[in-house]
């Protein structure tokens, strides 16, 4: 257990380094500001560069932040439900079902602001496919939902190559930003960051219950848990975690299985130290991963799920190989 | 009067084995029973009928003269608790935060763990000798070592009833004597009491104080030790000709050499 001083430092550091994270999204751009631009334009909106970061660069981050903090918390709760630490956020088909009601969307010409909708029913039919077919009754089968939610992400997988396939070769571009994860159009819709936070709140509360989850199901009816209520419970909430993140963002990759195993190394896996490490981290990491897709190769902007895998995948060896050493 | 943790009329069967046929008996506080029976008779799943884990075909399971499985887990978990045969750490942890989570049961929904519970923890870690564990990840714990955990984290639990499957497994013959000797005198103080699932007699004949043997198709037999254990009962519990000899300590047994 970490001592109590510690975990406030460590909170403390993470909400420094996002607000930092921010701060330099908005100062760093295909337009770049000097020290004194981005502080005046931070005071007042009506300054020079104002509405450039308050109306573009600032709700950007806040979108990013807000995702990559879903995704990490959703990835976290994956990771317990099916007691396997490759599970991510996509694993049971929530972010297929949204994939392919948004780009059945895209590929009939709705209009863009219908597109997160269509991405929330996608998931939410998805969610009630692997929901009422891997509950059936009897014990709670973690490995009957795995296997459930893997084959309705492959048949999900099959119809997005479908409408890949017949798709006209103007939709093709932005349904592909869209699979790989992009927050070039995103705009955070209010109610987002309240599901973030009422769902961060419900798992904060339960965290020690999670934390005798992860040591098996058996183990956990005998410490007193009712796990095949809190099992769905887990389920549900990382399902709509997921959803929200994808209905802003798309199938950003990565976030949500790298940030909840980086701080598992990082601060042991205590949930209660780690789901508010990994969601802040979370959000930090992809705040900063837009801000160099958007400036990498500026003015083209890169899609930020190719950023993410290409800063993650190094970073998680480096710290892995770390860990390994420190044993 | 504790009626502790009784069985009545209980029939328990498990994928085409029947492991007890109306079966009568009660674990009260200051007791130590054995539970003794060939492989694949039914031990594992008569402990966990026992714990909550296993609907039973018929019967009840009581605590206190409460059928438990209309009780709910978590008062359960602070009542009954069990050592299971193999515990397996996917996730890494110290081996002082998994002695912790036998707390779990006995703290609130927002509650954090107090000084009394990071004492009962410490010490049940110092009782298993794993005191300078504390720090160490349950994943680089040796065979033996994450059993004296797993029952550490059961001491910390404290749950009236100790329900064990095979707590000598992967135990030295220290550690398997002072686990045992723990268990007798924890059951000897009168407020606790366990049921241990066990293969070797010799623990069953010097620690226990009553037996409850399967034997197969649900007949079973339970009593005071010395009344249970004799050559002929072994030999037609285990399918072996078994042979006693005195020693200081009472009778032991030997499977005769074939």
Known sequence: ?????????????????????????????????????????????????????????????????????????SGCLMQVLLRNPLADP?????????????????????AAALLPALA????????????????????????????????????????????????????????????????????????????????????????????????????????????????????????????????????????GLIVPHLMRLLVGSDHRVLLPAAAMFGGLFLVLSDTLARTVLAPRQLPVGVVTALLGVPLFLLLLNRARVKQ | MNNGLACSALDVRIAGVHVVKDLEFAVRPGDFWALLGPNGIGK?????????????????????????????????????????????????????????????????????EGHRDLKMAEGALRAVDLAGFAGRSVTGLSGGEARRLAFATLLVQDPEFMLLDEPTNHLDLRHQVHIMGMIRERARQGRHAALAALHD???????????IMLFGDGQWCAGATPDMLSESSLQRLY????????????PRFHPRAG
Request: net charge positive; glycine share 10%.
């Open chain 1, 90 to 110: 996509y694993i049971l088909g929530v972010s297929g079902g949204a994939s392919f009601a948004t780009l059945l969307g895209m590929s009939a010409g709705a």
């Open chain 2, 239 to 250: 399918g072996c000709p078994v042979e006693r000899f005195e020693s200081s300590g009472g």
């Open chain 2, 201 to 211: 007699i010799n623990l069953a004949a010097r620690y226990c104080s009553h037996v």
């Open chain 1, 120 to 255: 929330w029913a996608g998931a939410l039919f998805s969610i009630l496919i692997v929901f009422g077919l891997a509950r059936g009754e009897g014990p709670w089968s973690g490995t009957r939902l795995l296997l459930t939610g893997v084959v309705t992400a492959s048949g999900w997988a099959a119809l997005i190559s479908l409408l890949l396939t017949l798709g006209s070769d103007g939709s093709l571009r932005g349904m592909l930003f869209w699979l790989i994860g992009d927050l070039s159009y995103a705009r955070l819709p209010s109610w987002a960051p309240a599901i973030l936070l009422v769902i961060f709140a419900l798992c904060f509360g339960m965290a020690r219950s999670l934390n005798v989850l992860a040591m098996g199901e058996t183990t956990a009816r005998l410490l007193g848990e009712p796990t095949r209520k809190l099992l769905w419970v887990v389920y549900l909430l990382a399902s709509v975690l997921t959803a929200t993140a994808v209905s802003i963002a798309g199938n950003i990759g990565f976030v």
């Open chain 1, 1 to 73: 257990m970490m001592p109590t001083a510690q975990r406030r430092l460590l909170f403390l550091l993470l909400a420094l380094l996002s607000a930092a994270s921010v701060a330099i999204a908005a100062a760093i751009g295909s337009v770049p500001l000097g020290w004194d631009q981005w502080w005046a334009a931070l005071l007042d909106s009506g300054s020079e560069f104002g509405e450039l970061v308050w109306r573009l660069r600032l709700p950007r981050a806040a979108a990013a932040w807000t995702v990559g903090a879903l995704l990490s918390l």
């Open chain 2, 44 to 112: 594992t799943t008569l402990l966990k009928c026992l714990a909550g884990l296993h609907e039973p075909g018929s019967g009840e399971v009581l605590l206190e003269s409460r059928n438990i499985a209309e009780l709910p887990r978590k008062l359960l978990a602070r009542h009954i608790g069990m050592l299971q045969q193999h515990t397996v750490y996917v996730f890494d942890s110290s081996v002082l935060q998994t002695a912790l989570t036998g707390r779990h049961p006995h703290l609130g929904y927002w509650e954090r």
